[in-house]
């Protein structure tokens, strides 16, 4: 996982925070879902991303 691919994924999950939290404050369900949503879906890639450095881990390691 790149710094870069990092930051986005963290900001993608800040970004759902601050959504999650403005829809509490104005009681808007709608709003606090795609909080929650674009939370999971940085959890997701940062996931995703974690599988593909083990992979790559596990292909350099066989190469020695």
């Not at 509490?24 to 996931?47: I, M, N, Y």
Request: aromatic share 0%; glycine share 12%.
């Amino acid at each position: 996982m790149t710094d870069q691919d990092k930051m986005n994924n963290k900001g993608e999950e800040l970004r759902g925070k601050v959504k999650e939290g403005a829809g509490r404050a104005t009681d808007d369900p709608e709003l606090e879902r795609q909080g929650r949503r674009d939370q999971s879906k940085a959890d997701v890639k940062q996931a995703g991303e974690k599988v593909k450095d083990s992979i790559k881990d596990l292909g350099g390691k066989k190469d020695r």
